[in-house]
């Protein structure tokens, strides 16, 4: 064990390299334009699709009547570029969006919490064929079934079609996970 009289604070162990700048973006089909730092990456189209592919879950922020911002964790996928989320008729979240279709949505990777993207972008479609089987389809991904057994008989489910707009995200190499905490720095 060391003694911590004789420890140098500026020269912390570690087993990564860190640099100062980031790898070179080689391709343009960026998603972000991050400030970015040591570690930290640009979103690629590929890691956008990446999140919607696994049992991420995704937060949909949607508008009140009064204004305020009401937020529902979703089962999301990304298809053609559209998101597309499953939900019953008499929701608040579809309730909000027949009068406003502005939404916000938030994805952040379960197995690496620092690949995360927000999205700002609007309803385009309310699509009542097809969204029980949509339904299905989530519930075999989330769930690993295809059946969702917490759906009411008299529920009518819809899938909102979002086009997003605005696409801000980042994604950071799990090695860096451990720079944000040192035992070694007060």
Do not use: C
């Amino acid at each position: 064990m060391q003694n911590d009289d004789n420890y140098d604070k500026n020269k912390i162990p570690t087993s990564v390299e860190i640099v100062d700048v980031p790898p070179p973006n080689t391709d343009n089909e960026s998603v972000s334009k991050t400030n970015l730092s040591a570690g930290v990456t640009e979103l690629s189209k590929d890691e956008l699709y990446r999140l919607f592919q696994f049992r991420n879950l995704a937060y949909l922020g949607t508008l009140s009547r009064d204004g305020s911002p009401h937020i529902t964790p979703v089962w999301a996928e990304l298809v053609d570029d559209f998101i597309l989320i499953n939900t019953f008729e008499e929701a608040a979240k579809n309730r909000h969006i027949s009068k406003d279709n502005r939404i916000a949505l938030s994805i952040v990777e379960q197995n690496n919490p620092f690949n995360m993207v927000s999205i700002k972008g609007k309803v385009v479609e309310q699509i009542g064929e097809g969204a029980d089987e949509h339904l299905k389809k989530l519930a075999k991904r989330y769930l690993g079934i295809g059946k969702y057994y917490y759906r009411k008989p008299d529920h009518k489910r819809v899938i909102l079609k979002i086009k997003p707009e605005i696409i801000m995200g980042l994604s950071i190499h799990p090695a860096f996970y451990f720079l944000a905490y040192s035992p070694w720095v007060k």
